[in-house]
């Protein structure tokens, strides 16, 4: 499976690795089906939720690493 980046769309995320919503959730991002977060990087939904982008990453390489 492909390595997530700063640049990639949160909706491209959730279609490939849906098991990763929790991830998103647990930073105050409740609104995933809402268009403008599915169309977010995930840089931009850092700014916008102040939360580390790396850290962010971290947790939904792993989680995605878990699911294979």
Known sequence: MAQITKDTII?????IAPETAP?????GMH???????????VEQACMVHG????????????????KQ
Request: proline share 3%; with cysteine.
């Open 23 to 27: 991830v998103f959730l647990s930073i």
């Open 11 to 15: 909706g491209d995320i959730l279609d």
């Open 51 to 66: 939360v580390n982008v790396d850290e962010l990453l971290g947790k939904i390489n792993e989680c995605m690493t878990v």
């Open 31 to 41: 609104c995933l089906g809402c268009p403008s977060s599915r169309g977010e990087t």
